[in-house]
């Protein structure tokens, strides 16, 4: 069992719980699966996973395994977009710029191992040390350092005070809490070391993992997180290569729930088929095109560089976006037009790029975009090179990208070499300057809207696409850190306008979430948080 870095250190008076635990670590910490019911469940699924490491992925597949599995410090409420301590006692800032953190005393991983203030320090401290591509360490941007008080403490100390996102970026993807044992400092834990050590200590342990093919959960009697004892002790979940299949296995009952990622079709049948039932909640999820500003047509690094040019560019692409026909054409409306960076219902979301492309009512201008182009100097038909990726969003997005590279080509104004990648090579691929214009689609972390600007926009964001607007930059330090409502409001609206008039991305749709499950199935919960926790599903 590891040792604890302060063992003379008792912490008197601590906090109140906010929210009270139902599974408690007892002499049993450190078991599996003691006191959950119901018989096994599974889970079909098309997300990918790209690593099991936190610090190596950022992705809705990897994190819907990572939630399940990991502690963390704070934690969304089930049924509530509202963060509150999980696997910590309390949570405040004592300071404008320090955020202190107690955690829970007797707190373990699965493996034995305790569970202290030096492994959230780590699980910290490796993010910004390895800072992968791939990962999320860009939600710690505001993050100077950590600091472990004692066994149970933990000091945050950030560059900006009184930063309003910071409680909320300790439930994301850059959050989970792992064991130092088992997870280097310096690079990637690989996903077979991960499950071998045992090193989780959420409402579920994960048994057996094939990546891409099935994980196996067993309920974890050690969690001590709000989210209590998981109803149902085994899980399994089985990815699917594509929604055709993930479709036939539900309609077949070969598998209790289904979510993530069916088409328009597929749910439309499977809701009036007996025996199936739909379950849906908001849907925070958007669609995007991103430009490469090194590698985009006159982008920095093209022989023929110009900043006006390829400003005019990503401009009269937006000019000839038909968002309402890609939501109607291709998703029968379970997609909304999106025209804002910042998905509609959040505060201060507004529709930027409607107000300044097309026809200004949210349509197409074929004849707005060659006026765009031919002001700046530019005669002929410029070629994009468009890159879609198959399967990570949908089979519906090899019909979403033909409709938009038929949208960009009307009256010639543009020449599309449309091009697709799976996922795998996908996600490797575009940080690395590999595409100068590329499909990528975002859940929101946490439920603010500075969550669709401070990951995409801040220094280039986790795109890495060398958009770097010192007023966009400003403008999102300023929105972070306002205490005011109102006045952040108005700096979240400025940071959507300032960032459509560069147009280092397209919004095309916003969707919803939605799951199918056999009529046996209870306890599917899809909220404000976004998170898909195995641990509320029961079968009756």
């Keep these: 069992m590891k040792k604890t870095l302060f063992t003379s250190v008792a912490l008197a008076g601590a906090a109140a719980l906010l929210l009270s635990s139902c599974a408690s670590g ?61 696997i910590a006692e309390s949570a405040e800032f004592t300071s404008p710029t320090e955020y202190t953190v107690k955690l829970k005393a007797g707190l373990k991983f699965a493996n034995g191992n305790d569970l202290t203030s030096s492994d959230v320090k780590h699980s910290f401290d ?18 100077d350092k950590v600091e472990a008080v004692d066994d149970t403490t933990v000091v945050f100390h950030l560059k900006d005070g009184n930063d309003q996102t910071f409680p909320q970026v300790l439930s994301t993807p850059v959050a989970p809490i792992v064991d130092e044992d088992v997870f280097p400092a310096d690079k990637l834990a690989t996903d077979e070391e991960i499950v071998k050590g045992k090193a989780f200590a959420g409402q579920y342990t994960l048994e057996n993992f094939k990546k891409n093919d099935l994980a196996s959960y067993k309920a974890y009697d050690g969690y001590q997180g709000q989210w209590g004892a998981a ?15 993930l ?31 739909l379950v849906d909640g908001p849907g925070g999820a958007i669609r995007y095109i991103v430009f490469n500003f090194d590698t985009q047509p006159f982008g920095a690094k093209t022989p023929d560089a110009d900043p006006a040019k390829a400003l005019a560019v990503r401009q009269a692409a937006a000019d000839l976006i038909d968002r309402q026909k890609i939501a109607t054409q291709v998703y029968k409306d379970t997609f909304t037009p999106l025209y804002s960076p ?34 700046a100097g530019i005669t002929e038909p410029v070629t994009l090179q468009l890159q879609y990726n198959p399967d990570h969003y949908g089979d519906a997005s090899a019909e979403e990208y033909a409709l938009v590279k038929q949208q960009l ?15 795998g090579q996908y996600s490797e691929d575009f ?38 607007s010192a007023t966009t930059n400003e403008l999102i330090a300023k929105e972070r850190v306002e205490t005011d409502a109102d006045a952040r ?14 147009v280092p991305m397209i919004p095309l749709l916003q969707g919803t979430q939605v799951a199918v499950t056999t009529d046996a199935i209870d306890g599917v919960v899809l909220d404000g948080s976004f998170k898909f926790r195995l641990g509320t599903i029961t079968k009756n």
């Design 126 to 143: 490796r993010q910004v040390a390895i800072a992968d591509p791939s990962g999320p360490s860009s939600l710690l941007a505001n993050l």
């Design 247 to 277: 479709s036939q296995a539900m309609e077949t009952k070969a598998i209790d729930v289904a979510f993530r990622s069916l088409s328009a079709t597929d749910t439309e049948k499977l809701g009036k088929t007996d025996g199936l039932k």
């Design 489 to 502: 409001t108005k700096l979240i609206e400025d940071t959507q306008a300032e960032v459509a008039k560069d």
């Design 342 to 375: 910042v998905a509609q219902g959040f505060t201060g979301a507004t529709d930027a790029f409607q107000e300044l492309y097309g026809d200004k009512q949210g349509g197409p201008d074929a004849a707005a975009a060659k006026a765009r182009l031919e002001a």
């Design 409 to 423: 080509e009307a009256d010639g104004v543009f020449k599309v070499d449309l091009q697709s990648t799976e996922w």
């Design 231 to 245: 109803k149902t002790a085994d899980v399994n979940v089985k990815y699917f290569a594509n929604e055709t299949n």
């Design 431 to 468: 940080p690395k300057d590999a595409y100068p214009m590329y499909q990528l689609g975002w859940f929101p972390d946490f439920s603010d809207a500075d969550n669709f600007l401070t990951p995409f926009f801040e220094n280039g964001g986790f795109f890495n696409n060398h958009y770097n």
């Design 26 to 86: 007892g002499d049993n910490a450190g078991g599996n699966g003691g006191g959950s019911g119901g018989g096994s469940i599974t889970v079909g699924t098309t997300d990918v996973v790209t690593a099991l490491d936190p610090a190596g992925s950022y992705d809705n597949g990897s994190f819907a395994v990572m939630t399940n599995v990991y502690p963390f410090l704070l934690n969304h409420e089930i049924g509530s977009s509202d963060v509150a301590p999980d």
